[in-house]
Nanobody
Framework: VQLQASGGGLVQAGGSLRLSCAASGRTTSAYYMAWFRQAPGKEREFVAFTNWSGDSPYYADSVKGRFTISRDNTKNTVYLQMSSLKPEDTAVYYC????????????????WGQGTLVTVSS
Protein backbone atom coordinates (compact mmCIF):
# COMPACT_ATOMS: atom_id res chain seq x y z
CA VAL A 1 0.00 0.00 0.00
CA GLN A 2 1.17 3.54 -0.76
CA LEU A 3 0.44 6.40 1.62
CA GLN A 4 0.36 10.13 0.87
CA ALA A 5 0.09 12.54 3.78
CA SER A 6 -1.01 16.15 3.38
CA GLY A 7 -2.54 19.06 5.23
CA GLY A 8 0.36 20.34 7.26
CA GLY A 9 1.16 24.02 7.60
CA LEU A 10 1.76 26.92 9.93
CA VAL A 11 -0.86 27.66 12.58
CA GLN A 12 -1.01 29.75 15.70
CA ALA A 13 -1.28 28.17 19.11
CA GLY A 14 -4.88 27.31 19.86
CA GLY A 15 -5.68 26.80 16.21
CA SER A 16 -6.70 23.74 14.25
CA LEU A 17 -5.50 21.70 11.30
CA ARG A 18 -6.71 18.56 9.60
CA LEU A 19 -4.20 16.14 8.17
CA SER A 20 -5.14 13.63 5.51
CA CYS A 21 -3.51 10.36 4.54
CA ALA A 22 -4.60 8.94 1.21
CA ALA A 23 -3.95 5.24 0.72
CA SER A 24 -3.71 3.41 -2.56
CA GLY A 25 -3.27 -0.24 -3.37
CA ARG A 26 -5.16 -3.42 -2.76
CA THR A 27 -7.74 -3.71 0.04
CA THR A 28 -6.57 -0.57 1.80
CA SER A 29 -9.57 -0.70 4.12
CA ALA A 30 -8.11 -3.83 5.71
CA TYR A 31 -5.16 -1.93 7.12
CA TYR A 32 -4.83 -0.57 10.62
CA MET A 33 -3.71 3.03 10.42
CA ALA A 34 -1.80 5.34 12.70
CA TRP A 35 -0.26 8.76 12.91
CA PHE A 36 3.19 9.36 14.32
CA ARG A 37 5.19 12.53 14.64
CA GLN A 38 8.81 13.50 14.91
CA ALA A 39 9.96 16.80 16.29
CA PRO A 40 13.45 18.16 15.55
CA GLY A 41 16.05 16.31 17.57
CA LYS A 42 13.52 13.86 18.98
CA GLU A 43 12.51 10.31 18.29
CA ARG A 44 9.40 9.47 16.33
CA GLU A 45 6.43 9.10 18.65
CA PHE A 46 2.98 7.62 18.44
CA VAL A 47 0.05 10.02 18.12
CA ALA A 48 -3.12 8.13 17.21
CA PHE A 49 -4.40 4.80 15.89
CA THR A 50 -7.55 3.57 14.21
CA ASN A 51 -8.73 0.08 13.42
CA TRP A 52 -10.24 -0.81 10.05
CA SER A 53 -13.75 0.22 11.03
CA GLY A 54 -12.75 3.41 12.81
CA ASP A 55 -14.63 2.57 16.00
CA SER A 56 -11.65 1.84 18.26
CA PRO A 57 -9.27 4.79 18.27
CA TYR A 58 -6.30 5.12 20.57
CA TYR A 59 -4.43 8.27 21.40
CA ALA A 60 -1.22 9.30 23.03
CA ASP A 61 -1.87 10.99 26.35
CA SER A 62 -0.30 14.18 25.03
CA VAL A 63 -3.02 14.61 22.39
CA LYS A 64 -6.02 12.98 24.01
CA GLY A 65 -9.02 15.29 23.97
CA ARG A 66 -7.44 17.56 21.34
CA PHE A 67 -6.86 15.25 18.35
CA THR A 68 -9.33 13.00 16.60
CA ILE A 69 -8.45 10.24 14.18
CA SER A 70 -11.01 9.05 11.66
CA ARG A 71 -11.16 7.21 8.40
CA ASP A 72 -13.33 7.13 5.32
CA ASN A 73 -12.88 3.76 3.65
CA THR A 74 -14.91 4.88 0.64
CA LYS A 75 -12.19 7.43 -0.02
CA ASN A 76 -9.29 5.31 1.27
CA THR A 77 -8.34 8.20 3.51
CA VAL A 78 -7.47 8.60 7.17
CA TYR A 79 -7.72 11.96 8.88
CA LEU A 80 -6.19 13.55 11.93
CA GLN A 81 -8.20 16.50 13.17
CA MET A 82 -5.98 18.55 15.45
CA SER A 83 -7.43 21.23 17.71
CA SER A 84 -6.12 23.42 20.51
CA LEU A 85 -2.69 23.10 18.99
CA LYS A 86 0.34 23.86 21.11
CA PRO A 87 3.89 24.80 20.11
CA GLU A 88 5.02 21.40 21.36
CA ASP A 89 2.86 19.79 18.66
CA THR A 90 5.30 21.12 16.08
CA ALA A 91 6.67 18.14 14.17
CA VAL A 92 6.64 16.23 10.93
CA TYR A 93 3.57 14.04 11.00
CA TYR A 94 3.61 10.63 9.35
CA CYS A 95 0.82 8.23 8.59
CA UNK A 96 1.55 4.53 8.75
CA UNK A 97 -0.24 1.27 8.04
CA UNK A 98 -0.06 -2.33 9.17
CA UNK A 99 -2.20 -5.43 8.80
CA UNK A 100 -1.77 -7.05 12.18
CA UNK A 101 -3.79 -4.91 14.60
CA UNK A 102 -3.15 -2.38 17.36
CA UNK A 103 0.34 -1.07 17.93
CA UNK A 104 1.95 2.16 19.04
CA UNK A 105 5.43 1.04 18.05
CA UNK A 106 6.71 2.67 14.89
CA UNK A 107 8.97 -0.25 13.96
CA UNK A 108 5.91 -2.50 13.74
CA UNK A 109 4.45 -0.50 10.87
CA UNK A 110 5.48 -1.60 7.43
CA UNK A 111 4.07 1.18 5.29
CA TRP A 112 4.77 4.89 5.70
CA GLY A 113 3.78 8.12 4.07
CA GLN A 114 6.31 10.82 3.33
CA GLY A 115 5.37 13.12 6.22
CA THR A 116 3.79 16.55 6.42
CA LEU A 117 5.17 19.40 8.52
CA VAL A 118 3.04 21.03 11.19
CA THR A 119 4.40 24.19 12.77
CA VAL A 120 2.59 25.78 15.70
CA SER A 121 3.66 29.29 16.58
CA SER A 122 3.28 30.73 20.06
Amino acid sequence: VQLQASGGGLVQAGGSLRLSCAASGRTTSAYYMAWFRQAPGKEREFVAFTNWSGDSPYYADSVKGRFTISRDNTKNTVYLQMSSLKPEDTAVYYCAARLAGWSSRSHEYRYWGQGTLVTVSS
